[in-house]
């Protein structure tokens, strides 16, 4: 379950570089509606791609998701300043964000063992 949550995560980050790399019009009102240029749109694509590739390598993983998390809570923060508490980008990055963490927590021992649900009896 851990690579699949993984997955989602990874394949939905690289949608959106890629959408923000080769497409940038796409998003151009999204983005000057949140107070960002337009032109930014392929700077924040290789931002989202560097974090999508450091969460899918095993060895860089963990700063991959801290990256990722940082990355979505800017965009769910973008949001709330502007008004829209509960909008769907906020629930899609609180979503990608829990599945990030859920996925890596299920697929590495090193964070369980270090963040650990439930203590060992005994």
Excluded: N
Aim: with cysteine.
């Amino acid at each position: 379950m851990g690579w699949v949550f993984s997955a989602i995560v990874i394949v939905a980050l690289a949608v959106d570089a890629a959408v923000d790399l080769f497409a940038p019009s796409m998003v151009s009102a999204e983005m000057e509606a949140t107070g960002f240029p337009a032109g930014q749109a392929t700077l924040l694509g290789l931002i989202i791609l560097v974090c999508a590739i450091l969460y899918a390598i095993p060895r860089t993983a963990i700063l991959g998701a801290i990256l990722t998390t940082g990355f979505l809570g800017g965009a769910i923060c973008v949001h709330f300043r502007l008004g829209e508490v509960w909008s769907p980008p906020q629930l899609i990055s609180l979503l990608l964000g829990i599945l990030a963490w859920g996925g890596l927590y299920l697929r590495d021992e090193r964070l369980r063992s270090l963040l650990p649900i439930r203590s060992p009896i005994g």
